[in-house]
């Protein structure tokens, strides 16, 4: 079993010829609403891996919360511990997409600010059976985050973190983590010099993932290419959240870190194949 402790986003894309200056109002098209948030969007693509999949989220008393909420259970993501924040809108994502491919993003984390430790101890109380692999990002406030990583970690869980967006993390983190996956540009803001200093503190093992050069595996003294499966990528956005779903999935069904990740750049390459992050 799988559990996120994440975000859930609401995502509001239009098109326009060029990004839109300061004052200005220009015509736009090709406006969709779409399901996001990677916390959301790794739940989705887990249980599509194979994986009975909880989320653990927060998402306001409005419309898009409700909409998010159908999404998830239409892919058979367990709801239970998503809750509604009354006075909190459901976290939005404004994107702009110019014709020259140049993107401009409001993201309003709204009830994703609200998970609190709280959450993370209800859900973790309730587990039964198998030990849970849990998936981290960092689209909900960093204390909620720590906390979790703690607890999974005390409990013997194998924990994933996705440092998106990119951040620092303090050394005290990193022994916690089985798993960290960046992108590279993540990988470049993760605050240490080199990935072999992540795995020193204490990190087991480090899987950035490179776009269509596929997933580099690090761990202590060695370094394992997965290469990317060949597609025709029309839509890049999700592709690290579906790769993220996999891979959980495939280490609570047992796989080793190098098949797993196998799994997980099919997931990601097909996710590149259909437009929308999910
Ligand atoms: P993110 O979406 O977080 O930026 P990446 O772009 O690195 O993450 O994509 C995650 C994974 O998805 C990659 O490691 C790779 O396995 C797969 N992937 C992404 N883009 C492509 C592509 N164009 N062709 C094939 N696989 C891809």
């Known amino acids: 079993q799988v559990i996120v402790v994440g975000s ?3 995502d509001l894309t239009m098109r326009t010829d060029s990004i839109v200056a300061p004052g200005a109002t220009v015509p736009g098209r090709d406006f969709a609403t779409l ?9 989705v693509a887990a249980t599509r891996a194979g994986a009975s999949t909880s989320l653990v989220a927060c998402i306001g008393a409005d419309a898009y919360g409700e909409s998010a909420r159908a999404a998830l259970r239409d892919a058979h993501v367990a709801d239970d511990r998503v809750r509604v924040i009354g006075d909190s809108p459901t976290g939005m994502a404004f994107i702009q997409v110019a014709d020259d491919g140049e ?3 409001v993201v309003v984390a ?3 600010a609200e998970l609190s430790p709280a959450d993370v101890d209800a859900a973790f109380g309730e587990v039964t059976g198998e030990p849970p692999v849990v998936v981290l990002g960092l689209e909900t406030p960093f204390a ?8 999974a970690s005390a409990r013997g869980w194998t924990v994933i973190l996705n440092p998106a967006p990119a951040r620092a993390l303090p050394s ?19 605050g240490h010099s080199t990935i072999d200093d992540l795995l020193a503190a204490g990190t087991h093992a480090v899987v950035v993932t490179r776009g269509a050069r596929g997933a580099r ?3 202590t003294g060695e370094v394992t290419d997965v290469p990317a499966v060949a597609v025709s990528a029309i839509d ?9 779903g996999a891979l959980a999935a495939s280490v609570a069904a047992g796989a080793s870190l190098v098949d797993a990740v196998g799994a997980a750049a099919h997931a990601g390459a097909d996710a590149t194949t259909r437009i929308g992050a999910r």
């Open 8 to 10: 859930v986003n609401v």
């Open 35 to 43: 399901q996001g948030g990677k916390g959301a969007n790794q739940a």
């Open 110 to 112: 709204g009830a994703n």
């Open 144 to 151: 909620t985050m720590t906390h979790a990583a703690r607890e």
């Open 172 to 190: 005290d983190l990193l022994p916690l983590i089985d798993v960290l996956v960046p992108n590279e540009h993540e990988a470049e803001a993760l």
């Open 217 to 219: 595996i690090h761990t």
């Open 236 to 244: 890049t956005t999700g592709a690290g959240d579906a790769f993220i």
């Open 103 to 105: 993107n401009a993003i």
